[in-house]
């Protein structure tokens, strides 16, 4: 099987298993590991029955067949003993995480959302553009960074990883640029729709000195400040969403009308 989806996604042969096996939500593309799985459900189905009140049921613990699922193994991935189902995700997810490649896959979970399109069968992507974000997703684009090499980037001469070209770069400088624009622009034509006001980059002055977030959205009375950010695989989100919530932060009134307070600010929406 993984071989198969390996040939489909033309995905490189030093793909992690546990890339192939964990959960969507944790990074991986939640492909079944039937060995596994087959077992515990045998399990947790024979200690289902062993609870049960009814005689018959009890008296079908007694039989050879039972006594072999009983007696057997329990199923263990790289020396990991799994009891339940939970444990084996666990495991996979730990495991995914624990490799120098995936490790941005670590927040994955933190936003279940937005790991959907990975097994949603959404047709918005087609077939090139689906296999090239996979690619990304697990950090599998072919570049010229092997883990015991020094090939340096012939641009600027730091280590040419895909974290590299995808963020710091100088000659990926223009389409980083342009790729924080069109989500900007993607969550504003998505406010829009549902009834949000938006103000684009006003400039705000605070005693801090001017602000320009990304997007101002009101509605309701209700006002929300949005400033994008696309940090690196490695980067702590949490630290990131910290860093740009007091870049931010406006000295408004706390209360539910913000907006007028906003309103005290030369902002017009
Ligand atoms: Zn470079």
Not at 110 to 126: F, Y
Request: net charge positive; hydrophobic share 35%; proline share 6%.
């Amino acid at each position: 099987m993984r071989s198969t989806v390996r040939s489909w996604l033309k995905l490189p042969k030093d793909t992690s298993i546990a890339f192939f096996h964990a959960k969507a939500i944790d990074g991986g593309l939640s492909l079944p590991l039937p060995e596994h799985k087959i077992s515990l459900m045998k399990q947790a189905k024979t200690a289902r029955m062993a609870m049960s009140p009814d005689p018959v049921v009890c008296a079908m613990l007694e039989t050879p067949a039972t006594h072999k699922v009983l007696r057997a193994k329990q199923t263990s991935l790289n020396g990991t003993v799994v009891a339940t189902r939970q444990g084996l995700r666990s495991v996979l997810a730990q495991q995914l995480h624990s490799l120098c490649d995936e490790r941005g896959l670590a927040t994955a979970p933190q936003v279940p959302a937005q790991n959907q399109w990975v097994t949603s069968g959404d047709m918005t992507l087609n077939g090139h553009t689906y296999i090239g974000a996979i690619k990304i997703r697990g950090n599998l684009v072919a570049t010229a960074y092997q883990p015991h090499t020094d090939i340096r980037c012939n641009c600027c001469g730091n280590s040419e990883s895909l974290g590299h070209i995808l963020q710091t770069c100088p000659r990926t400088y223009a389409s980083c640029i342009a790729r924080h624009d069109k989500i900007v622009d993607q969550v504003r034509s998505g406010a829009e729709r549902i009834g949000y006001g938006i103000r684009r980059e006003p400039a705000i002055q605070t005693p801090a000195g001017i602000r320009k977030p990304d997007l101002v959205l009101v509605r309701d009375g209700d006002l929300t400040i949005l400033d994008i950010t696309i940090v690196a695989h490695n980067a702590d989100l949490d630290k990131a969403h910290h860093d740009k919530s007091i870049m931010t932060s406006l000295p408004l009134e706390s209360g539910p009308n913000h907006a007028t307070s906003l309103g005290a600010l030369p902002l017009r929406l």
